[in-house]
């Protein structure tokens, strides 16, 4: 990674020098510049509120960063929804450049979990622990890339701005850590869960649900011909799902295979009793959920058994897709080459007996 990427970068711009000094090493993982230790969360001894508003500064930093891969490693472009709202509220996601023109190639979807996270995470705990190979979508949008896919990555935590904060945010890289965490917790945690006076929704995107079926509307509906993937972890289970019973035939035409990884999704709550759309989940999804089994075992529980289920290789959530990410790409795969054999035997085959036929008739 060149030094024009590196992580400290953001924080040298932070003037959070003395309380981060982390960067990723050259196998992405987050480690203390001059020890190489892994990220400690007690920098300040005995002082908890201290220590998470430094957290939530580290988080706010790695959001910034993974925009910048997103953009400048993996050459997707940023592309913002609802231009008829104001630029400060309005959401973004990211895409290849090509995936809305480009026939000839799939399309893949990601669609993360519910959490403080942003475009480009899988994971914030999991990348900071563990690395952005683990955390990160980074290797999976390479991946993608290398399968000849065209990517779509979503933003659908991103659903709320707080005006006087976003004013206040524009300092927050050049203050110090007590002031910007602190603005930083308010942003980030406060607005999900109580949604401030001052916060307003951001047009198209109010609820990961919301931000789903805008981006499904007004970009992946309108492609043509174009075979449509989905990687979805934890609640974007439960947010796919939805966007399958309100749009119900669309998705079925253009969706030829789902990964879930470790999802949330409800079937009876949310299909309820719909024979069709039970009959096309079982045909078209697989879920990988996290298990003490080996990878790909079947996993098959009382409680979910509407489509094949197996083994992410992991116990832990946040590790299940980096555990499962080869073994999804192999389903990938082999969906898309059986839609492909289905397709064709369903193409009429043109003989002489049925030319003159037609000719006769």
Not at 92 to 105: D, G, K, P, W, Y
Not at 157 to 164: I, M, T
Not at 188 to 193: A, D, G, Q
Request: proline residues 4%.
């Amino acid at each position: 990674m060149t030094q024009e990427l590196s992580f400290q970068k953001f924080i040298q711009q932070s003037d959070l020098l003395e309380e981060l000094k982390y960067d990723f090493n050259e196998k992405a993982e987050l480690r203390h510049i001059e020890t190489q230790r892994p990220f400690v969360f007690n920098y300040y001894k005995n002082v908890p509120e201290r220590n998470s508003k430094r957290y939530q500064a580290l988080g706010h930093l790695l959001e910034k960063y993974i925009y910048e891969l997103l953009e400048k490693v993996c050459k997707l472009q940023k592309v913002y929804i609802s231009p008829e709202t104001d630029k400060e509220a309005r959401s973004f996601f990211f895409m290849s450049e090509r995936a809305l023109t480009n026939h000839h190639s799939a399309l893949l979807v990601l669609l993360q979990d519910h959490g403080v996270f942003r475009a480009g995470q899988w994971s914030q705990q999991a990348i900071i622990h563990h690395g952005l190979q683990h955390g990160s979508q980074i290797p999976c949008i390479q991946m993608a890339l290398q399968a000849h896919y065209d990517v779509i990555v979503l933003n659908p935590n991103d659903n709320f701005v707080d005006l006087k904060m976003a004013k206040e945010q524009k300092g927050l890289l050049t203050q110090n850590i007590e002031s910007s965490s602190l603005k930083m917790v308010q942003t980030e945690s406060l607005v999900s869960l109580q949604q401030p006076l001052q916060c307003i929704p951001k047009g198209g995107s109010n609820t990961p649900e919301e931000h789903m079926a805008y981006i499904w509307d007004c970009f992946i509906s309108k492609t043509e011909g174009k075979d449509v993937a989905f990687i979805v972890h934890g609640y974007g289970g439960l947010v796919f799902m939805d966007l399958l019973v309100h749009r119900k035939w669309e998705v079925m035409s253009k969706v030829y295979a789902v990964a879930l990884i470790d999802s949330q999704h409800h079937v009876r709550h949310q299909l309820g009793s719909d024979v069709q759309l039970s009959a096309w989940i079982k045909h078209h999804c697989r879920e990988w959920v996290t298990s003490p089994k080996p990878l790909d075992r079947p996993a098959t529980t009382v409680l979910k058994k509407e489509f094949p289920m197996v083994s992410a290789g992991t116990e832990k959530h946040d590790l299940a897709i980096s555990s499962s990410l080869q073994s999804v790409f192999k389903y990938f795969k082999k969906a898309l080459k059986a839609k492909a054999t289905i397709n064709f035997s369903h193409v009429p085959i043109v003989t002489r007996s049925s030319t003159k036929i037609k000719q006769s008739a």
